[in-house]
């Protein structure tokens, strides 16, 4: 992978004072995976579809609804968005208590390497 061509996640200025890049292929992935599940749809004013929006489930009630929904819209943005990046293998959404938890078991096309990625939030329990 030419490293050059990509900015790391998150942006950072590297020793040699230009924009640091991600060390591999698969790190990239990661950070582009991790941007699209956190970054709320209308976010960015250019891509305004992009995104998951899993930061707002923070001000949601946690039961097997919020779950669920949380999974097919996980789904649906890695499908639409990373498709020629990464096939998921598999995605856990769980909520139990207070906690939400997504867990994604995908793999790199362009290296064949499978990774995993866990995100949890404590989302707030409205009545």
Do not use: C
Not at 34 to 49: D, K, N, S
Not at 56 to 82: C, G, H, M, Y
């Amino acid at each position: 992978m030419d490293s050059g061509r990509h900015l790391a996640f998150p942006f950072r200025i590297g020793s040699d004072g230009r924009s640091a890049a991600p060390q591999s292929l698969d790190e990239h992935v990661r950070g582009e995976i991790i941007q699209l599940l956190l970054t709320a749809p209308g976010e960015r004013p250019f891509l305004p579809a992009f995104g998951a929006g899993l930061k707002r489930l923070v001000f949601e009630r946690n039961d097997p609804i919020s779950a669920a929904l949380a999974k097919a819209t996980v789904s649906q943005s890695l499908s639409r968005w990373l498709a020629a990046r990464i096939s998921v293998e598999a995605l856990e959404v769980q909520a139990t208590d207070a906690l939400l938890q997504v867990d994604l078991r995908y793999k790199v096309l362009a290296s064949g390497e499978v990774r995993a990625l866990s995100l949890r939030q404590q989302p707030g329990n409205r009545p």
